[in-house]
DNA sequence: GTCTATAACTCGATAGAC
DNA sequence: GTCTATCGAGTTATAGAC
């Protein structure tokens, strides 16, 4: 059976989107991928921005079924998981030839400054992005230095696959993606090791 | 004096596909900005596309004069070298209040699948920007470990810029630009630390 | 090399019947 | 809720005089 329309809509809008961008997918395209018409888009949705920004609130939705959850399920250890979820866009990258990329990211470049409204909604999708990592590293705190700010490191792994991705796509190469998750899986383990061999650790501290 | 008018419309468009990206300036926009005709236009561009490509060849011979010798100038050491060209880029985050970034980066999501020429041009100028720091690597080799894969190390380091630039956009913050920028340097500490305290080095190793 | 005028088309969005 | 027809503006690109 057929979707409803609505969702048709913003399933072929979020494709559309993430491989070609917001600009560049006309509201015709969108319409004849989700075999609708004119008018039932105009019913739903105000206007074409206002359609991004029922993909943005979807790709909300799907932060913890599609990237978390199927990460999360392979492995255990929460530093573990934390490179599953990089392996994930890797993934992305594979089966797209090194063309499809992280959706947010593409859209972030493109219409950040366009549209406050869009531009807030992906900064509440980075937002959910960085505090999921950032739980898989409260979760491994014991093995990290005390006086780790994960809200620094969580930032700088969402900025290590977003820069990963893009130069990926540049390149059509997952080179320059695994050599940067390489990077900072070494710096990881660093943090690791001092995390292990620091002197005898305080409670409470 | 005015400038020739090939020149007046390759700056003009390298303004605009800056600041709104290529799809979203129109070639009206490039010929109001540079004060030129639509005929003048394409008496020097067959399409809007060459006028991209003409773009990215000047970002080509401009990352001399404008990224690398502004910061080389400031600071000898190498390693200090990199973090100058980074704070280049936070420099111009903080002049634009976060609203422009690196212009390479913005292209290169918006085109990477649109045209082969394109992608490979921008891939062209990304190539000579981790050049550039490799060899910022190579001049601090004696510091750095001696198994240390340098460009593996570059591309991480385009890898952070680029993610921090992204990020520090969405959230019109430079906090995660200067998370990103920290992070890192602790990790080139630690390889430096590493490379320092290594037992006595070996000749030829 | 530069000018004006405009062709040929696509864009997002609307009207109004059903 | 869905359909068709279409509006008006904006798009890239061209023609042809100067």
Known sequence: ????????????ARELFLSKGYEASSVADVLA??????????????????????????YVDLLEPMVL?????????????????????????VMSDCRLGCPIGNLALEMSEKSEVVREKIALNFRN??????????????????????????????????????????????????????TLKDYMDRLVEQGTTRPIQQANS
């Open 69 to 93: 959850r199927p990460a999360f399920e392979r492995v255990s250890d929460p530093l573990d998981r934390v490179f599953a979820v990089l392996a994930g866009y890797r993934q992305m990258l």
């Open 33 to 58: 991928r989700a075999e609708v018409n004119s008018g039932s888009l105009y019913y739903f949705f105000k206007t074409k921005e206002q359609l991004l920004l029922a993909v943005l609130d979807e």
């Open 129 to 182: 992005w960085r505090k999921a990592i950032r739980q898989c590293l409260v979760d491994a705190r014991d093995r990290l230095p005390p006086d780790l700010d994960r809200h620094k490191l969580a930032a700088f792994i969402l900025t290590v696959m977003e820069g990963g991705v893009m130069q990926a796509r540049v390149h059509r190469s997952l080179e320059p993606f695994d050599a940067s998750v390489a």
């Open 1 to 12: 059976m057929k979707k409803p329309t609505r969702q048709r809509l913003i399933e072929a």
